[in-house]
């Protein structure tokens, strides 16, 4: 938790320094195998980032101190987003033995199963996006801001969305697992539990 909101206070500390939020803009996954050349023009396609001259000269001003930010941004949220992902496959693994041994006892796992695959899913779009936010984030780095403070900008806007992106779909399988999943095994553990005889 500590952790997250080090890493969420960054994130808007990035906001101050090179600017206001611009309209949120979905971001694609770029092609497999993609150079930085290609995602930076992608990214700029998708951001259309326009900026007034003053407001540009003082973005090339601080671009890099900005970096410097992302640097230690890239170093801090790599162990959170493994970390996250390896609470996820455990769960994944642990919904796996689950439905085995509710087949082992004759119970209707349709649903139960339903609910998995779902989850699967929703473990799969987060690690998608995580990998999307650690490469804008390296973009971020490594791109000659001072030369081509558009594509900073847009990239820094990408980066931003993968962020909400994440933080959402942390809520959302929390969500699934509390409300959803939970349930359906409290149900499967009642009907599993002997019934004791009042007399």
């Not at 339903?114 to 650690?134: C, D, L, M, P, S």
């Amino acid at each position: 938790m500590k952790q997250g909101l080090v890493f969420l206070a960054s994130v808007f500390m990035l906001v101050i320094i090179t600017g206001s939020a611009l309209a949120v803009i979905a971001p694609s996954t770029p092609p497999t195998g993609s150079t930085f050349d290609q995602r930076l023009v992608l990214r700029k396609s998708e951001q259309k980032i326009t900026l007034d001259p003053k407001v540009q000269e003082r973005l090339i001003q601080k671009c890099r101190a900005a970096q410097a930010v992302i640097t230690t941004l890239i170093h801090d949220t790599e162990p959170i987003i493994n970390e996250r992902n390896s609470i996820y496959q455990k769960i994944d693994a642990k919904l796996w033995v689950m439905v085995g041994q509710l087949k082992l006892a004759n119970k209707d796992t349709f649903k139960f199963e339903q609910q998995h695959t779902e989850y699967v899913k929703k473990i799969a779009a987060f690690q998608t996006t995580g990998a999307n936010f650690r490469q804008t984030l390296d973009d971020l780095a490594v791109i000659n801001c001072q030369a081509d403070i558009i594509g900073f900008k847009a990239l820094l806007e990408t980066a931003r969305t993968y962020y909400t992106e994440l933080y959402n779909q942390t809520a959302d399988n929390n969500n699934y697992v509390l409300n959803t999943v939970k349930p359906t095994i409290d149900d499967f553990v009642t009907q599993l539990t002997p019934k004791t005889n009042p007399n």
